[in-house]
C-alpha cells in the first residue's frame, strides 16, 4: 500500500507542475533571427537655396587697395591708409614712408554726386597751386569726368574727378618716383570705380 500512495503522490506532483506556465530563456528553436521591416527613413528636409548675390558687395572705400597695391601704384613705399572726413567728402589716403618732393601721396575721395562742381573748383584751385595745369576730359570713364596735372620740376602731381552712379569720385597721385601722366591716373580711376 506504501507503494501505491507514493505512486499517487508522484502523479499528482507531476499533474501539479504540467499546470504551471513553462519559463524559457531565450529562443526555443533554431534558425534565422527575423525582425520586423520598417519603411526607409524620410530625407532630412533641405534648407531654402541662397541666391547668390548677382554683384559682389562694394568694399569700404578705403579698404579697396592694400597697402602693397598702393605703394606699387606710387613707385614709393607707403603708410597705411589713413580715413577721415572733410566736409562733406570721405576720404584715404597714403602717403610715402620717407618725405618726397611733391608730397607722395595716393588719395581716393568720395562724395555725393552734387559735390562735384564744388570738388571740381577746390581740386583745380590745388592743382593749380602746385603749377599742375592740363585739364583733360576723361572720355569713357563714368558720366563725365576730367583730370588736371602735370610734371612739375620732374615731380607728376595728377589729380581726377569722376561722377559715377550718382556719386563723386576723386583720386590723386603724386609724388617723386610714381611716373603719373595722365594715362595712369585715368587707369587708377578706372580701377577705382570697377571696385565700388
Do not use: N
Amino acid at each position: 500500500m506504501r507503494f501505491a500512495v507514493l505512486l499517487v503522490a508522484g502523479a499528482l506532483l507531476v499533474a501539479g507542475c504540467a499546470g504551471e506556465e513553462p519559463t524559457t530563456y531565450g529562443p526555443t528553436t533554431a534558425g534565422p533571427v527575423t525582425r520586423p521591416k520598417t519603411a526607409a527613413p524620410e530625407p532630412a528636409p533641405s534648407l531654402p537655396e541662397i541666391e547668390e548675390p548677382t554683384q559682389a558687395a562694394a568694399k569700404p572705400l578705403c579698404e579697396m587697395f592694400s597697402t602693397a597695391e598702393i605703394s606699387a601704384r606710387l613707385g614709393l613705399p607707403v603708410r597705411k591708409v589713413v580715413a577721415g572726413k572733410r566736409g562733406p567728402y570721405s576720404v584715404c589716403t597714403w602717403t610715402t614712408v620717407k618725405p618726397v618732393e611733391g608730397g607722395g601721396i595716393v588719395s581716393i575721395t568720395r562724395a555725393d554726386a552734387g559735390q562735384y562742381a564744388a570738388f571740381s573748383r577746390e581740386m583745380v584751385a590745388e592743382a593749380k597751386s602746385k603749377k599742375a595745369r592740363g585739364r583733360k576730359q576723361l572720355e569713357g570713364v563714368g558720366d563725365e569726368g576730367f583730370a588736371i596735372g602735370a610734371s612739375v620740376s620732374g615731380v607728376p602731381i595728377w589729380y581726377a574727378a569722376v561722377v559715377h552712379a550718382d556719386r563723386l569720385t576723386g583720386v590723386q597721385l603724386s609724388g617723386a618716383g610714381s611716373k603719373s601722366s595722365v594715362g595712369t591716373i585715368k587707369a587708377f580711376m578706372i580701377e577705382v570705380l570697377a571696385r565700388g
